[in-house]
């Protein structure tokens, strides 16, 4: 059964690098690996998104090994705007699987 | 630029009751779909319409039905409400070809309780 992994909950400060981590041990040869950020009463906003090796935009950065069991995303110098919950999903056609999401608390 | 809109943003019903949640989007995407979220369990995906004329079930379909009316358009239907349908639902959509690069669009949901 094709599963997501991710921590329940993070906690950081203002300025500081934070990097989630999601295991997806089944994933499939076709499928990307995306990222996604949701606040409170919104539907998810997409971040990033990788097959392999790493990938950067203004926002964040994706890290993904070479046996694509896991991906990690990176954001630089978090701020109090970042508290939110991150999902991590994978899948290459119509059935993206989410993880259970990881609620990132940012602190002054 | 509205995106994905869906209506209602509320709702209550009582167990046994019908409705029909709204989904339009603007971005001419081909692909849409219906998930919902429950508390540690992440988004699991109800239905999903590859193209205007197609619906195929997803994950947890029991329960529902979808109807593709056109292309921007994708409604979800309950058709006799039960309890274990509380949850929050979501509609996306996508450009569709099943590729997911480029993501998905949500909506910000609807909160659905039945009682």
């Known amino acids: 059964l094709a599963k997501t992994t991710q921590p329940i909950s993070m906690d950081s400060y203002e300025g500081q690098e934070v990097n989630i981590t999601c295991s997806h041990n089944n994933i499939a040869t076709n499928d990307y690996i995306t990222w996604y950020q949701q606040f409170p009463s919104q539907g998810p906003r997409f971040i990033i998104q990788g097959y392999k090796t790493k990938v950067t935009n203004e926002v964040a950065s994706l890290f993904i090994p070479a046996d694509r069991k896991s991906s990690t995303l990176s954001l630089p110098r978090v701020s109090l705007s970042d508290t939110a919950v991150y999902y991590c999903?994978?899948?290459?056609?119509?059935?993206?699987?989410f993880g259970s999401g990881t609620r990132l608390l940012v602190r002054p | 630029n509205a995106g994905v809109t869906q209506t209602p943003k509320f709702q209550v019903l009582k167990t046994g009751q019908s409705m029909t949640l709204q989904c339009a989007q603007d971005m001419n995407h081909n692909s849409m779909y219906w998930y919902r979220q429950d508390p540690g369990m992440g988004l699991r995906l109800i239905y999903y319409?590859?193209?205007?004329?197609?619906?195929d079930k997803g994950e947890v379909p029991n329960g529902y039905n979808v109807s593709r009316l056109n292309k921007r358009e994708f409604s979800l239907r309950l058709e006799s409400a039960a309890p274990s349908q509380t949850s929050v639902y979501f509609c996306a959509s996508s450009e569709g070809g099943g590729d997911p690069r480029g993501g998905y669009t949500f909506g910000s949901g609807t909160r659905l309780t039945v009682v």
């Open positions: 999903s994978r899948g290459s056609s119509y059935k993206l699987i």
């Open positions: 319409s590859a193209s205007e004329g197609t619906t």
